[in-house]
């Protein structure tokens, strides 16, 4: 029988199979997956076949995001798999989303090739709307599809629900930005648990534990504990202008094709920078990104 993992705590995994009935399933034996090693054989999103309460095989991903198990593991957690969208979800105040943040989620989703939606959140809080409008502008200049919303007062959550249909949406964003009370805002009846900010902060702690998928807005859903983003995973140096939409446009006018942007002669990327052609954060994320690759970090 075909099914859907729908939500695991790393050792039991809950399978949705025919006409939505779920079942809480064991793997049988071990799986080798696609070359990568993994703490975790299956992961929420994972379509797997079962027979009676055993899961004894798994398709084909489409895609799938890991994390590094830690810093210095050569093994990989794989949070979720065959994502149609990723909802990153900012805010620009309580907390401030660091842009850095934001510009590392976004190379690694390209280099997984899954696309993004921004989803730019409380802006209820917002009194300058004049910065609003022009970091909106400035990612979808660069090809990102971005919604300003409020759970407060509504604004863009049927937009944003109209963009989840049919498809499967993994949430991501850093702790405190509205994911849990997006979740009830769509669908009352889940009864996520949501946080107080200051608390979510002060002891780095997360109120949801386990992966879980769920059927909303005539879509799903994937929620997944303390995700904030994905680590960058093997990206050569040269690579990673590749995913900065902007700094690849301008690169092909530098003077060397394996110009880094950084104090090369006649480097085209550092040229738009002085012109305002190319965003002096976008730029810094970059070099910070550079930096912690050259310096061997996801080594
Ligand atoms: N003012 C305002 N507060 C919000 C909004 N969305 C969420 N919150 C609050 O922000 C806090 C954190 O929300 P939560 O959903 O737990 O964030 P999560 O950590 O991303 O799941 C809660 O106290 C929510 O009530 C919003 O659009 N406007
Ligand atoms: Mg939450
Ligand atoms: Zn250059």
């Known amino acids: 029988m075909d099914g859907l993992v729908i939500k695991s705590t790393g050792s039991r995994y809950w399978v949705e199979v025919a006409d939505g009935e779920v079942i809480e399933a064991r793997i049988k034996g071990r799986f080798r997956l696609q070359g990568i090693r993994t703490t975790n054989p299956l992961a929420v999103g994972d379509k797997v076949t079962v027979?009676?309460?055993?899961?004894?095989?798994?398709?084909?991903?489409?895609?799938?995001?890991?994390?590094?198990?830690?810093?210095?593991?050569?093994?990989?957690?794989?949070?979720?798999?065959?994502?149609?969208?990723?909802?990153?979800?900012?805010?620009?105040?309580?907390?401030?989303?660091?842009?850095?943040?934001?510009?590392?989620?976004l190379v690694t989703a390209m280099a997984y090739a899954v696309p993004v939606v921004m989803v730019v959140n409380k802006i209820d809080l917002l009194e300058d709307l004049a910065y609003l409008q022009a970091y909106c502008y400035l990612y979808r200049s660069l090809g990102y599809q971005v919604i300003a919303t409020s759970l407060q007062t509504g604004e863009g959550v049927e937009e944003l629900k109209q963009m989840m249909k049919g498809k499967v949406s993994l949430l991501a964003g850093n702790s405190g930005v509205g994911k849990s009370s997006f979740i009830n805002a769509v669908d009352a009846s889940l009864q996520v648990k949501t946080g107080d900010v200051s608390k979510a902060h002060q002891t780095g702690m997360h109120t949801t534990t386990n992966a879980e998928m769920y059927q909303v807005a005539g879509g799903r859903i994937i929620d997944i504990p303390g995700i904030k983003g994905f680590g960058i995973i093997d990206m050569e140096a040269h690579e990673i202008g590749h995913y900065f939409p902007e700094i690849f446009r301008f690169s092909k006018d530098c003077r060397f094709s394996d110009c880094l942007h950084q104090n090369e002669p006649?480097?085209?990327?550092?040229?738009?920078?002085?012109?305002?052609?190319?965003?002096?954060?976008?730029?810094?994320?970059?070099?910070?990104?550079?930096?912690?690759?050259?310096?061997?970090?996801?080594?």
């Open 51 to 105: 027979e009676g309460e055993q899961i004894v095989a798994i398709k084909e991903r489409a895609n799938y995001i890991i994390r590094k198990a830690s810093n210095l593991s050569k093994e990989s957690h794989i949070l979720a798999a065959n994502i149609d969208q990723v909802l990153l979800f900012v805010t620009l105040s309580q907390p401030q989303t660091p842009n850095e943040f934001v510009d590392r989620f």
């Open 266 to 299: 006649d480097c085209a990327v550092r040229k738009a920078l002085l012109l305002h052609q190319i965003s002096e954060s976008r730029y810094q994320s970059y070099l910070s990104i550079l930096d912690d690759i050259s310096s061997g970090k996801y080594r």
